[in-house]
């Protein structure tokens, strides 16, 4: 059993940084791949960056060059350090865990979600 906490969301301008974190329970995390999703009002859960069990990472094109996923197993953590905001990032991130290999950009392959935390990109 896997529980994901994610924090580090608010309220920032056109152009300014925020750095997510989801905090893990578990003393299997560093086994699990990891995802980052959003949900904007209106619209579908959709995969924004995910990393591996060994650190390999992937990138939707419009988080490409803004967007870095990290992950510390010995803190059973992992962040999305966003740059350069704009105001279509705004929605609910969430983190999710895969018991998978390499990068799963499937949320159908997901264990365990976190509950999200809300980033908003004023204009």
């Known amino acids: 059993q896997v529980r994901l906490v994610e924090s580090g969301g608010g309220l920032v301008q056109a152009g300014g940084s925020l750095r997510l974190s989801c905090a893990a329970s578990?003393?299997?995390?560093?086994?699990?791949?990891v995802g980052w999703f959003r949900q904007a009002p209106g619209k579908e859960r959709v995969f924004v960056a995910g990393?591996?069990?060994?650190?390999?990472?992937y990138y939707v094109d419009s988080a490409k060059g803004r967007f870095t996923i990290s992950r510390d197993n010995a803190k059973n953590t992992v962040y999305l350090q966003m740059n350069n905001l704009k105001p279509e990032d705004t929605a609910l991130y969430y983190c999710?865990?895969?018991?998978?290999?390499?990068?799963?950009?499937?949320?159908?392959?997901?264990?365990?979600w976190g509950q999200g935390t809300q980033v908003t990109v004023s204009s």
């Open positions: 990393i591996s069990r060994i650190g390999s990472t």
């Open positions: 578990g003393r299997t995390f560093s086994r699990y791949a």
């Open positions: 999710a865990a895969a018991w998978r290999e390499g990068v799963v950009l499937d949320s159908s392959s997901y264990n365990y």
